[in-house]
């Protein structure tokens, strides 16, 4: 039998090949365990560089809420130099403004980690609505600026 049949051959390579491919179950848990273990791992990691960033977020927007005040402690100085007839209708927009900034510093102070998805959400709504009353503050300013010029 020095000459193999191909189809034997072929059928017998086939085989082999099947019986290799299967693992057994216990190999099939193991590595099954093991992914879940990475994923807790991952979740883990997840929540904590979402605690890390609402961290670095609340520092940076409590610089920026200390900014605004600045400001608003500049515009009441301006205002009380400037004229009287003008006067109270600044102090009134200069308060809504002042208590703006309060809420969101409320805000920030006041907001609970819930996940990353709802971090993402509620940091771009804080940071355009920061943004906003920054630029308020800013226009109020040079509104004023140009107003006590002239």
Do not use: H, Y
């Not at 365990?33 to 960033?53: G, I, W």
């Amino acid at each position: 039998m020095k000459f193999f049949n191909p189809l034997f051959t072929s059928l017998l390579l086939a085989l082999f090949s099947i019986l290799m491919a299967c693992e057994s179950s216990p190999g099939k848990t193991e590595r099954g365990e093991n992914q879940v273990m990475k994923s807790d791992r991952n979740v883990d990691m997840t929540e904590s560089e979402v605690l890390a960033e609402v961290q670095i977020f609340r520092l940076k927007t409590a610089n920026d809420i200390k900014a605004n005040f600045r400001k608003i402690a500049a515009i009441k100085g301006t205002i009380k130099t400037g004229e009287e007839s003008e006067r109270g209708s600044f102090e009134d927009k200069l308060e809504i403004l002042d208590k703006a900034n309060r809420e969101m510093k409320r805000t920030i102070d006041n907001f609970t980690e819930s996940g990353r998805v709802q971090w993402v959400v509620f940091q771009d709504e804080f940071s355009d609505s920061m943004d906003s009353l920054s630029n308020s503050l800013d226009n109020f300013f040079a509104g004023l600026s140009t107003d006590s010029v002239q």
